[in-house]
């Protein structure tokens, strides 16, 4: 099994930043990717960004404002947030696949923490 714990959400206000982690414990042999989500109430829950054999991927609405990556020494992953807009609020996830699947997937992931929540004010 494999536990997933984020931390770094707060309120901020618009054009601020924020850095999320996502601490992995237990059994991480054989994961496929490392995602991050969103979600905001009233809507689904929505990819915003992973890693997978090194590549990076982003959502359109993140792009070139969201950075990805990973520690692998404290097992790790960070979502580097700059230039926050009202927009981003949500609760943000991380998760991770053991399998081969579209990683901008939802029910692609076998493995989710329970969340950090990021407000951005006007």
């Known amino acids: 099994q494999v536990q997933l714990l984020e931390s770094g959400g707060g309120l901020v206000q618009a054009g601020d930043s924020l850095r999320l982690s996502c601490a992995a414990s237990?059994?991480?042999?054989?994961?496929?990717?490392m995602g991050w989500f969103r979600q905001a109430p009233g809507k689904e829950r929505e990819f915003v960004a992973a890693?997978?054999?090194?590549?990076?991927y982003y959502s359109d609405s993140v792009k070139g404002r969201f950075t990805i990556s990973r520690d692998s020494d404290k097992n790790t992953l960070y979502l580097q947030m700059n230039s926050l807009k009202p927009e981003d609020t949500a609760v943000y996830y991380c998760?991770?696949?053991?399998?081969?699947?579209?990683?901008?997937?939802?029910?692609?992931?076998?493995?989710w923490g329970q969340g950090t929540q990021v407000t951005v004010s006007s």
């Open positions: 998760a991770q696949s053991h399998r081969i699947a579209v990683i901008t997937t939802v029910s692609s992931y076998d493995y």
């Open positions: 237990g059994r991480t042999f054989g994961t496929y990717a």
């Open positions: 890693l997978r054999g090194g590549i990076t």
